[in-house]
């Protein structure tokens, strides 16, 4: 099994940044894949993005040329830099990981993902 947690999280007025971090421990081994996912307050669970079996990262429209998914040498970090905020942002951020394939090509949906980290809060104030 996989385990994920999550750091990073808080507030920031819009226009800020924040980076948020995973670190999966536990039998990575088996090639899983990773991505960040979000739910808003009152809305489902969307995809932020993840990276793909060739390493390439993945982005939903909503955050693409604003937010980066990046993942350490090891490959068992995964990073979300968030810059230019907005309250829409607004969300529990969480960290998913999955075996291949589904979770390793994109969409990257979420069913796909088994194991998941237990959120952090970010909020993004006008």
């Known amino acids: 099994q996989v385990q994920l947690v999550e750091s990073g999280g808080g507030s920031v007025q819009a226009g800020g940044s924040l980076r948020l971090s995973c670190e999966a421990s536990?039998?990575?081994?088996?090639?899983?894949?990773m991505a960040w996912f979000r739910q808003g307050p009152g809305k489902e669970r969307e995809r932020v993005g993840g990276?793909?079996?060739?390493?390439?990262?993945n982005y939903a429209r909503s955050v693409e040329a604003r937010f980066t998914i990046s993942q350490n040498n090891a490959k068992n970090t995964l990073y979300l830099q968030m810059n230019s905020l907005k309250p829409e942002d607004t969300a529990v951020y969480y960290c998913?990981?999955?075996?291949?394939?589904?979770?390793?090509?994109?969409?990257?949906?979420?069913?796909?993902?088994?194991?998941w980290g237990q959120g952090t809060q970010v909020t993004v104030s006008s």
């Open positions: 536990g039998d990575t081994a088996v090639g899983y894949c």
């Open positions: 998913a990981a999955g075996p291949p394939p589904g979770a390793c090509w994109y969409p990257q949906q979420e069913v796909y993902f088994s194991a």
């Open positions: 990276i793909d079996s060739l390493g390439q990262p």
